[in-house]
């Protein structure tokens, strides 16, 4: 049965950039029973529509000549009235660097050009889907006694993964029963448990032999350092949490245990 279109009236907002025209008009025609589509051809053009246009989504080309994607997205997330709108990068680059480089800038996902409608239709949509994105998105866990920094984890983070706090470092093994991290965000000094201390307990939990182990410290020392890679963490981040850097090592590490994940999968 044919797919009913989608009434005018109710499409999604999105807008589309892109330096070569004619692919925006293109895209726009293809699209347009379900999406009205916001075309701009560069950075300047972005936001102009911004300044008229409320979009539920921006699909974004990485190689632009004036600004690029990764250009673009930071001055996005840097003003509070855009930096809530997800963002999808739109690039001819597949290589693993290029889609961590994107998501650690804040991008939700990442499409390959050229693209089928169906493929970037079932991203857009994902995207615009809360119940979709709650089932899928990988979960990471922050285990730090301050509230300010579990606060300010949670903002950098919610958009692309589902965030979970702890304050509290003597409850994690009971938690550990009734939720299943894909990473956790071990604040190293807290009073109880420190960070050191509950790297065993996660090993020891069925299924987390290899989930990625990241340290907040404000003390970065090689011993400090070496300890936490001998205790089995993955890498280690310092206070005070820089935006960009948490977002990179996430991408990374998430990355790279999701693809041994699949590799094991497809082994049994």
């Given at each position: 049965?044919?797919?009913?279109?989608?009434?005018?009236?109710?499409?999604?907002?999105?807008?589309?950039?892109?330096?070569?025209?004619?692919?925006?008009?293109?895209?726009?025609?293809?699209?347009?029973?379900?999406?009205?589509?916001?075309?701009?051809?560069?950075?300047?053009?972005?936001?102009?529509?911004?300044?008229?246009?409320?979009?539920?989504?921006?699909?974004?080309?990485?190689?632009?000549?004036?600004?690029?994607?990764?250009?673009?997205?930071?001055?996005?997330?840097?003003?509070?009235?855009?930096?809530?709108?997800?963002?999808?990068?739109?690039?001819?680059?597949?290589?693993?660097?290029?889609?961590?480089?994107?998501?650690?800038?804040?991008?939700?996902d990442f499409i390959t050009k050229p693209f089928k409608d169906s493929d970037l239709i079932e991203c857009?949509?994902?995207?615009?889907?809360?119940?979709?994105?709650?089932?899928?998105?990988?979960?990471?866990?922050?285990v730090d006694d301050n509230p300010s920094i579990l606060k300010a984890i949670n903002s950098i983070l919610?958009?692309?993964?589902?965030?979970?706090?702890?304050?509290?470092?003597?409850?994690?093994?009971?938690?550990?029963?009734?939720?299943?991290?894909?990473?956790?965000?071990?604040?190293?000094?807290?009073?109880?448990?420190?960070?050191?201390?509950?790297?065993?307990?996660?090993?020891?939990?069925?299924?987390?032999?290899?989930?990625?182990?990241?340290?907040?410290?404000?003390?970065?020392?090689?011993?400090?350092?070496s300890v936490a890679i001998s205790q089995g963490a993955s890498d280690f981040i310092l206070k005070p949490?820089?935006?960009?850097?948490?977002?990179?090592?996430?991408?990374?590490?998430?990355?790279?245990?999701?693809?041994?994940?699949?590799?094991?999968?497809?082994?049994?």
């Amino acid at each position: 049965m044919a797919e009913k279109p989608v009434q005018k009236e109710s499409r999604r907002k999105v807008i589309m950039v892109d330096d070569v025209g004619f692919l925006l008009m293109s895209a726009k025609e293809r699209l347009k029973e379900r999406y009205e589509i916001f075309p701009a051809t560069s950075a300047e053009a972005l936001f102009k529509i911004l300044e008229k246009t409320e979009p539920e989504i921006i699909l974004l080309d990485i190689n632009m000549p004036d600004m690029n994607g990764y250009e673009i997205i930071k001055k996005l997330k840097a003003q509070e009235r855009f930096a809530d709108i997800p963002v999808i990068f739109l690039s001819g680059n597949n290589d693993r660097k290029s889609i961590i480089k994107g998501r650690s800038h804040g991008a939700v996902d990442f499409i390959t050009k050229p693209f089928k409608d169906s493929d970037l239709i079932e991203c857009i949509e994902f995207q615009l889907n809360p119940e979709m994105q709650e089932k899928n998105k990988p979960l990471v866990l922050a285990v730090d006694d301050n509230p300010s920094i579990l606060k300010a984890i949670n903002s950098i983070l919610n958009q692309q993964y589902v965030v979970r706090t702890l304050s509290n470092p003597l409850v994690l093994e009971e938690l550990l029963k009734v939720m299943v991290p894909d990473l956790f965000l071990l604040d190293c000094k807290m009073p109880g448990l420190q960070g050191f201390d509950l790297v065993p307990i996660i090993r020891k939990t069925a299924g987390h032999e290899e989930t990625p182990i990241v340290f907040l410290t404000s003390e970065g020392t090689i011993d400090n350092i070496s300890v936490a890679i001998s205790q089995g963490a993955s890498d280690f981040i310092l206070k005070p949490i820089d935006e960009e850097i948490l977002r990179e090592k996430i991408a990374t590490h998430l990355s790279d245990f999701v693809m041994k994940r699949r590799i094991r999968s497809s082994k049994q």
